[in-house]
């Protein structure tokens, strides 16, 4: 097939949707269809060959945190452009609600469409505000993803309709095969995130350590990740500042290499999360994970024999502290955890996962079979048909197709 895919947020920060949707398109191109991206990069943001720079981006708030998104005119000449170029079966767009690259595209597709949903926020202002608008233009997609029940539930409300949910993914074999960048001691606590953005419960987590560090000389604490260093030095105070390692945003070989260091992983978010990404890579990096006991991560740890990690009360300072140091102390409880986790991981992989969106895919192209046009340049025709999606089958034949490019200045 050829497949083209929207990112609405910028790739010059790493981000949970933008390593969905370029490990998505990895996974299609790996199964032999032709794959185009279309997303927000500066000249100098490194980009696969199958991503289309679609120009730079501006930090707007959105969802609790400050999204890089593209709008105005000059972006939607850009996405026409592409999807006039692109001669697609089908278009994969990614939150298509947020004021950025795919709800552009979404006013000029004519065709079968996609539609990935990945927020979690129950109470999103932007939706609410856009709603009125929104209602008729999701109406031009055919089929419709979410990524948890968590993003179903949000779509459902706010906007109707349903949505299958199909989970995010996760490169199994990648984190599996790591190197770590020093052996594992037991003392390594690991963060993944942006550490000084507060619903990601950094605070909490130098809270509960401090408590454990007269009694651990080996207590480390990697950070991986972008934000302030200095502040980050500041709240862990004397006690803990020289027992930080901050490794600042890495690229993806940096990030496997350190999950692969760490001895615990820590997740202490408060919420605002569709799906636990980062937990699930610990999981495949063979780390036990401590993670806060948020919907989203308890749906990612969940196994009919019990969770494949320990979940513990977001915001209770002392219960993480007794949790982590447990965990420290008992090298046998966290060999069982690594072992459940690696089990559990599997039904992540994208393997597994990108068979489940082809079959979207293509129950999408079978309710609507033209090929994708710009609404401007499409014959008239019927709007496509919302349909009911069933479960996952095997992938079409692959299609061979051009690779991706740059988009030269819009007029």
Known sequence: ?????????????AGGVQSHVLDLARALVRLGHHVDVLAAAADDTPVPPYVTRAGRAVGIPYNGSVARLTFGP??????????????????????????????????????????????STPRSRTMTFFQPLLRPLLERVTARIAVSPLARQVYVEHLGG???????????ALFAGAQPLRPRTGGTVGFVGRYTEPRKGMPLLLEALRPLVPDR????????????????????????????????????????????????LATPNTGGESFGVVVAEGLAAGVPVVASDIEAFRRVLDTPTGPAGLLLPPGATAAWTRG??????????????????RARVVDFDWTTVAAQVLRVYEVA????????????????????????LPGPGAPGEPVEGRGGRGLPSAP
């Open 1 to 13: 097939m050829r497949v083209g895919i929207v990112c609405p947020y910028s790739l010059d920060v």
């Open 74 to 119: 000059v972006s939607l000449a850009r996405v026409r452009r592409w999807v006039r170029e692109g001669r697609f079966d089908v278009v994969h767009l990614h939150e298509p609600t947020a004021p950025s690259l795919s709800m552009l595209a979404l006013t000029v597709l004519d065709g079968p469409v996609v539609a990935t949903f990945h927020t």
């Open 162 to 172: 349903d949505a299958v949910e199909i989970p995010n993914g996760v490169d199994v």
């Open 217 to 264: 000389p080996d207590l480390r604490l990697l950070v991986v990740g972008r934000g302030d260093a200095e502040e980050l030095r500041r709240l862990a105070g004397p006690a803990l500042t020289d027992r930080i390692d901050l490794l600042g945003a890495v690229d993806e070989p940096g990030k496997v290499a350190a999950l692969a260091s760490m001895d615990v």
């Open 324 to 341: 982590l140091a447990a965990l420290l102390d008992d090298p046998e409880r966290r060999a069982t955890l690594a072992a459940a986790g």
């Open 365 to 388: 192209v079978a309710a609507d079979p033209r090929p994708v046009a710009a609404l401007s340049d499409a014959l008239p025709a019927p709007a496509p048909r919302d349909v009911a």
